[in-house]
Structure formats: structure tokens, C-alpha cells
């Protein structure tokens, strides 16, 4: 009876830990979306296409059920040329206001690099992946990009994209 008991604790705990919107909490970072079961939309808003050398803003607008998230955990961006991955870099992203978060970086050479928007808020996790054309580059040479997802061997150091 003892282990039965227990292992019912277990699963409902397992349950219930699935949907941190739905755990009531008794500090004040209590989520606005408590109760909830809306994703967190993450709206990359960087261009598909920058220049070479100049500050490239990297920006992604999070929000939930129709409204802007103020309050996400952690928004990171991570980028790296194509076929490069394991080079790649992870930029802090800042709340700049209404949703919009922020990471500034550049590119000194002509080349095809991805972003993903790695944010976590109220939960919930999302990742989008975006494709940045930098400069003019030789689609000849652009190496073919090998990303399965994962971030195994990443530097998650918060440098600049400034060495590719």
C-alpha cells in the first residue's frame, strides 16, 4: 500500500511539473499567465538580408495569448555560419519594450549564417530558427549547414558573432 501511494505521488508529480503555468506559487514571481495553456509565440524580427560590418540587431517579439511577455526567463540567440554550427556564438538577449527583446552583433564576411531564438518563458520553451544573408556571398562556396537541433559542442560563451 506504501509503494502504491508513493508511486501515485510520483506520477501526479510528474504530471504536474509538465505545465509550470498550472503550479501555484506562493513568492511574487507569480506568472501573469497563470492557469494558461497558450504558447509562447516567438516572431523573429531580424532581416533575412544585412550588409557586411555594420551592427546587426537581432531581435525576436514573444508573447502569449495575444500579449507581449515582459517577463521571459531567458532569451538567447545563438548564431553561426552555415555549415559552422559548432563555431557558433550565444548573444544575451535584452527586453527592449513590449515584447521586443535584443542582442547586437556583426559580421565582417560575406557568408549564410542561422539564428535560433532560444527563449524560455512562463514554462514553456521555443526555439525558432531564422536564415541571415550576409553581404554577397558565393553560394558556390557557402558550405552546406548540418544543424540537427541539439547544441552539442556550442560555445556558450556571450562574445559577438565578430570572427566569421
Known amino acids: 500500500m506504501k509503494k502504491l501511494l ?5 506520477i501526479a508529480g510528474v504530471l504536474t511539473g509538465c505545465n509550470n503555468a498550472n503550479t501555484a506559487k506562493t513568492d511574487d514571481s507569480t506568472s501573469h499567465n497563470e492557469g494558461t495553456l497558450d504558447e509562447v509565440k516567438v516572431d523573429i524580427q531580424t532581416p533575412e ?16 495569448g495575444g500579449k507581449n511577455v515582459d517577463d521571459a526567463d531567458e532569451v538567447k540567440f545563438e548564431v553561426w555560419e552555415s555549415g559552422n ?11 527592449d519594450k513590449d515584447g521586443i527583446y535584443k542582442a547586437t552583433t556583426k559580421f565582417n564576411h ?3 549564417y ?8 512562463h514554462g514553456l520553451h521555443a526555439m525558432p530558427k531564422k536564415k541571415i544573408v ?22 556558450m560563451n556571450n562574445s559577438s558573432a565578430d570572427d566569421h
Open 6 to 10: 508513493i508511486s501515485l505521488a510520483v
Open 49 to 64: 538580408k544585412v550588409e557586411v560590418g555594420k551592427d546587426v540587431d537581432l531581435v525576436a517579439h514573444l508573447t502569449q
Open 85 to 95: 554550427r559548432d563555431k557558433g556564438q550565444m548573444l544575451e538577449g535584452k527586453l
Open 110 to 112: 560575406d557568408g549564410v
Open 114 to 121: 542561422y539564428m535560433y531564438a532560444h527563449t524560455t518563458a
Open 134 to 155: 550576409v553581404g554577397n556571398p558565393d553560394m558556390k562556396k557557402v558550405k552546406e549547414d548540418q544543424d540537427d537541433g541539439s547544441m552539442e559542442g556550442m560555445d
